[in-house]
């Protein structure tokens, strides 16, 4: 039905750059927010970067001035381009889309599967 494919990640050395993608495909009416998390074995899921339908970002205090999150919304695509990358953004990277199916009045959350990121000191 909805497809939310990620793209992009790899192994960089620290102070290097990557630049993440997420398509979300599918009977997608419109999306509202999309976004991207991380999360490392035994750790919780956290917020990297998010974004609005309007534009609107927030960004995790341990990525601001570093990350950028960026949207095509004729392209329902969102990206992360990360900068400056430390050891410690090594992660799993999800994204998250929240969107509104073609003829169904509510929103509904699509995760991709994930892709790893891993900094090298």
């Known amino acids: 039905q909805v497809q939310v494919v990620e793209s992009g990640g790899g192994l960089v050395q620290a102070g290097g750059s990557l630049r993440l993608s997420c398509a979300a495909s599918?009977?997608?009416?419109?999306?509202?927010?999309m976004g991207w998390y991380r999360q490392v074995p035994g750790k919780a899921r956290e917020l990297v970067a998010s974004?609005?339908?309007?534009?609107?970002?927030n960004y995790a205090d341990s990525v601001k001035g570093r990350f950028t999150i960026s949207r095509d919304n004729a392209k329902n695509t969102v990206y992360l381009q990360m900068n400056s990358l430390k050891p410690e953004d090594t992660a799993v990277y999800y994204c998250?889309?929240?969107?509104?199916?073609?003829?169904?009045?509510?929103?509904?959350?699509?995760w991709g599967q994930g892709t790893q990121v891993t900094g090298s000191s």
């Open positions: 974004i609005t339908s309007g534009g609107g970002t």
């Open positions: 599918g009977s997608i009416f419109t999306i509202n927010a």
């Open positions: 998250r889309s929240i969107l509104q199916l073609t003829a169904r009045p509510n929103l509904s959350m699509y």
